[in-house]
């Protein structure tokens, strides 16, 4: 079982938060290996251009009549690029896949139900509560059967901060826009 979290803004400006990453079975170790190998020789702040190109080029693909080569082409990269680029595929493909969404939605309704107090990540309106931030993104949020009624600051790394300051001010220049 894997617990993995993107913050900021969905899409081209998502933060994968490596440093909240959670396993099951999995020694300390062999996380650590396995985020150091999706993630060298990249830099977390250019993953929006990452992102960019790797849509363009899917899409492509599939405007060309070459769905199984986009998706194979999609399987490819980095997890974070697959989180970010495949529901791109999704809906240009037609193909569909409800599963991890449904996963979701049942977690949520379930802790609902047993009226339990979470904290998750969420999309809010900030105004300076998270690191200064402002504009809409997911940051984390405690969650009860009322809604989300605070936002809270859990440590990360500094690349992700500076990822998710990003982040925040695309969604601040394209509000402006």
């Known amino acids: 079982m894997v617990s993995a979290q993107c913050w900021g803004q969905h899409g081209d400006f998502m933060v994968p938060i490596w440093s909240r990453v959670r396993t099951r079975g999995v020694t300390d170790e062999r996380l650590a290996d396995t985020i150091g190998s ?30 199984p080569g986009a998706f194979a082409f999609i399987q490819q990269h980095p ?62 949020v405690l969650l009860d059967q009322n809604g989300w009624s605070q936002v809270v600051e859990l440590s990360i790394a500094d690349d992700e901060r500076t990822a998710l300051e990003k982040s925040s001010r695309a969604v601040e220049a394209a509000n402006r826009a």
């Open 79 to 140: 997890p974070d690029l697959r989180a970010a680029v495949k529901p791109f595929f999704i809906h240009f493909s037609s193909a569909t896949t409800k599963l991890a969404t449904a996963h979701a939605v049942v977690d949520l309704l379930e802790f609902l139900a047993k009226g339990q107090t979470t904290v998750i990540p969420a999309q809010v309106v900030l105004d300076g509560e998270f690191g200064g931030l402002h504009g809409p993104l997911a940051v984390p």
């Open 38 to 67: 999706a993630r060298e020789g990249r830099v977390l702040t250019d993953l929006p251009e990452e992102i960019a190109e790797t849509r363009t080029q899917m899409l492509s693909m599939i405007n060309n009549g070459d769905v």
